[in-house]
């Protein structure tokens, strides 16, 4: 069992279409990042969410931290195919000296 | 860029063999970490080091090893290799090490890509 769930594991969809990926987990987290990966690369940082209910806009990315603390989603705006990656979670629940990372949601927008 | 480093990009070699992998982390990054990456597969973390000092460790095998240097470079050695250890293989590079309410950004290394024959 992972401790950062992501869902969905996959999701194909149009170019212009707009998605949300979720992560959640049963452990409170100090904060938690979000990652994109492309094929070959290394995760590359999108975002930081520190404070239960925190809303940071990246563009057509919007991501938000849950009020407890336990789970944060990624919502993107009119998808391009430029967005196409692993994106992952991860995080170190609070007081707890390890790092984790969810199992990833792979986003594939067609044109 | 990320500003982590690590060497070689590729490596190609045969089962029974041992391999060092390098890391040099961001500048004043005190934490390095280093994951397993194997094909379709999400992020396995193996270890970490924070200063010198071993911090945390994963799923690493006991076939492998790593340590961290005075000056902050890393090195991950894996020994008695097995076709099964082909694998993307990752060092990322942190500020700090303690949890708590410290934010733990990692910043990844563009990886090297390790193929068992």
């Known amino acids: 069992t992972q401790l950062l769930e992501q869902s969905p594991q996959f999701l194909s969809i149009q170019e212009g279409e707009n998605l949300t990926v979720y992560c959640n987990s049963s452990s409170v987290f100090s904060s938690l990042q979000w990652y994109r990966q492309e094929p070959g690369e290394g995760p590359v940082l999108l975002v930081t969410v520190v404070t239960g209910g925190e809303v940071k806009k990246l563009k057509r990315l919007t991501f938000q931290f849950g009020d407890a603390r336990k789970d944060s989603s990624l919502h993107i705006t009119a998808a391009q195919p430029g967005d196409t990656g692993l994106y992952l979670c991860?995080?170190?629940?609070?007081?707890?000296?390890?790092?984790?990372f969810g199992s990833g949601t792979k986003l594939n927008v067609k044109p | 860029d990320s500003g982590v480093t690590q060497t070689p990009k590729h490596l190609i070699t045969a089962t029974g063999q041992r391999v060092t992998l390098r890391c040099s982390p961001r500048s004043g990054d005190l934490s390095v970490y280093w994951y397993q990456q194997s094909l379709d597969q999400g992020l396995q973390f193996l270890i970490q080091?924070?200063?010198?000092?071993?911090?945390a460790k994963g799923n690493i095998l006991e076939r492998f090893s790593a340590q961290q240097f005075p000056d902050l470079h890393s090195e991950l050695n894996l020994s008695s290799l097995e076709l099964g250890d082909s694998a993307l293989y990752f060092c990322?590079?942190?500020?700090?090490?303690?949890?708590?309410?410290?934010?733990?950004?990692?910043?990844f290394g563009p990886g090297t890509r390790l193929t068992v024959t």
């Open positions: 990322a590079s942190s500020p700090s090490s303690s949890g708590g309410n410290l934010p733990y950004e990692q910043y």
């Open positions: 991860a995080g170190s629940p609070y007081n707890f000296n390890k790092f984790y």
């Open positions: 080091y924070y200063n010198g000092e071993e911090r």
